[in-house]
């Protein structure tokens, strides 16, 4: 068959306001625009739509209890395989508006006339996917919540630090219906850290504490170990990191930095568990199930059973 362009005419209007404030106890920063695409022969697609990025900062309690909070909203797509257009203009049912919005009250400080620090934060994240046009499937919202707390001391060459974190991820509402049970998690890590600066560039240090792990499917929990270190052999160069023995097996962080009169470098190398949702997107006008195919050559060298993963990657 052949295929005809269509024309459509768009008339795109734009209001956006910066915002930049700063006291002796509040910061506020950021941008919030709001634009109407207007279709003449199309007004079903008509659309308003708002881009925000903010961010807050007050500090409550002078010295110790402080907050922050961002708000994000921005349009993004629903399905990386679905039509994705280079801007908003074209319109499709793949777009939809993501808000996501966090709070996080913290508090932190020296014990008394000691050389102990603490702090204690609680940071709360919650998605919420919006229409967009003639978008109508139902995105659930969620909500996810990390809490952190540490007290830390280093005195002449010898330093410690104790901390519990709990991470927990909880779906919300999908077409009226709950569905607490269906993806929630909650990972809890309780660890001591025992440091020694061996000299003024070195540190070592030996890690050790107990996590569990509540999953949709599966729970684990057990001890944890392992150990770290800090070479700083000069103000332009550091590298550092630790590796821990979990149920997963070796976790471990690495990072190396070095800085020149001109240039800078960095590295890291990193794994342990992620609770960032992975996703990747296809460029336009490629072809899905070649594009699938290169990505799974590596994995799947038999171009036949290759063929065949890639086929059922894509009816799902």
């Known amino acids: ?29 950021g941008s919030i625009a709001v634009t109407a695409d207007l279709y003449a022969r199309e007004n079903q697609n008509n659309t308003i739509y708002p881009t925000v990025n903010l961010f807050g900062s007050v500090e409550a309690i002078e010295r110790f209890l402080f907050i922050d909070a961002t708000a994000n909203v921005s349009q993004t797509y ?32 020296v014990l008394g006339a000691t050389d102990i620090v603490y702090e204690v934060r609680d940071d709360n994240y919650w998605t919420i996917a919006s229409q967009y046009g003639d978008f109508d499937n139902n995105l659930p919202n969620t909500y996810a919540n990390n809490f952190l707390a540490y007290l830390a001391s280093q005195k002449g060459r010898a330093g410690w630090r104790v ?39 070195l540190q070592v240090s030996l890690r050790a504490g107990y996590e569990d792990d509540q999953f949709l ?3 684990s929990s057990g001890a944890i170990y ?37 240039s800078a470098f960095s590295a890291n190398a990193s794994r342990g568990l992620t609770t960032t949702p992975v996703s990747f997107s296809i460029p336009a006008g490629a072809n899905v199930a070649q594009f699938v195919d290169s990505a799974f050559t590596t994995r799947i060298p038999d171009p036949a059973q290759r063929a065949q993963a890639v086929e059922q990657f894509l009816s799902k």
């Not at 009226?176 to 890590?189: A, F, H, P, V």
């Open 78 to 109: 629903q399905n990386a395989f679905g039509p994705q257009p280079g801007n908003n203009v074209n319109a499709t049912a793949n777009r939809y508006t993501d808000q996501t919005y966090s709070l996080s009250p913290y508090i932190k400080g």
């Open 163 to 201: 901390e519990y974190n709990r991470y927990a991820y909880v779906p919300d509402v999908v077409s009226g219906e709950r569905t607490d049970s269906n993806g929630k998690y909650t990972i809890q890590l309780a660890r001591g850290i025992l440091s020694y600066q061996y000299d003024p560039a």
């Open 226 to 262: 392992g150990a770290g270190f800090q070479w700083n052999p000069n103000e332009r160069t550091q590298v550092g990191g630790f590796w821990e023995e979990r149920f997963f097996g070796p976790s471990y962080q690495l990072t190396a930095s070095h800085r020149r009169p001109n």
């Open 1 to 29: 068959p052949l295929l005809l362009p269509s024309i459509s005419r768009v008339s795109s209007l734009n209001a956006a306001v910066g915002i930049s404030g700063e006291g002796r106890r509040l910061k506020v920063n």
């Open 217 to 219: 499917l599966t729970s």
